[in-house]
């Protein structure tokens, strides 16, 4: 081959080679930042300087780590903690923790466990105080409610006392509605039907 003939195939193969890598460059660089998207997204994110990761339980025993927790008027004790266990086993429950590395930041569950048909309960929420009005609650039951919905569940219940304003506007905020619930009487029963 003439040195002009290497010349011209050189010429016409370094483009190809060089478009071909730097495509490949920028398609593994797209998929690594949807990947990182998604994580923050959904799964991971900042928040007053600290890391928060959810995740969704896969394991009862991970309910322990919610043991002697204060909620508003209640302990996480012996019996909330066993209520729970049996709740989480059954079908398409749904117990969501946030940690920042292995510190608490906040739990909420929703389970089939309502008596009306077809309908989630939103059993727990609890944020940490310090992680408090930052948009924990409201990010974490908004997931659950999107849980019943890909489940074909026709609404999502929450129950809470009269006296907890906090979790009345959370409730309020996502849309949900006081419900006059003929079963319970002695707190305030909210209804989001789909
Ligand atoms: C109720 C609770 C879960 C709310 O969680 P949170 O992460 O602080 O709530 P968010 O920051 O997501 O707030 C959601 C909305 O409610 C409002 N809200 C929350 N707490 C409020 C408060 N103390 N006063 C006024 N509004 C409040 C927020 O302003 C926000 O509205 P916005 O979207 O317009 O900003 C939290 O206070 C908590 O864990 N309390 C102790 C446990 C408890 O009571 N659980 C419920 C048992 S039934």
């Known amino acids: 081959m003439s040195g002009l003939g ?9 483009p190809k080679v060089w478009f071909n890598t730097a495509n490949m460059v920028m398609r593994s660089w797209v998929i690594s930042s949807e990947k ?4 923050t997204k959904q799964n991971y994110f900042h928040c007053m300087g600290n890391h928060v990761t ?5 394991d009862e025993k991970e309910i322990e780590f919610l043991q002697d927790k204060q909620s508003f008027n209640y302990t996480y004790d012996k019996a909330t903690l066993d209520s729970l266990r049996e709740h989480f086993r059954l079908k398409d429950s749904l117990y969501l923790i946030a940690k920042d590395r292995k510190q608490f930041v906040a739990f909420c569950s929703t389970d089939r466990g309502w008596w009306e048909d077809n309908f989630f ?19 974490l039951m908004t997931r659950c409610i999107e849980h019943a919905k890909k489940n074909g569940a026709t609404g999502v219940v929450t129950e809470t006392a009269f006296e907890n304003y906090p979790m009345q506007k959370l409730c309020e905020k996502i849309g949900f509605k006081k419900w006059d619930n003929p079963q319970w009487r002695t707190g305030i029963t909210y209804k989001l039907c789909f």
Do not use: C, H, P, Y
């Not at 290497?6 to 370094?14: K, T």
């Not at 939103?122 to 930052?134: A, G, N, P, T």
């Open 36 to 39: 990182g998207n998604f994580q």
């Open 121 to 139: 309960f939103i059993r727990e929420i609890l944020v940490d105080s310090k992680f408090q009005k930052l948009g924990m609650g409201k990010k």
């Open 54 to 58: 959810i995740s969704a339980m896969t």
């Open 6 to 14: 290497a010349a011209v195939i050189f010429l016409e193969v370094l």
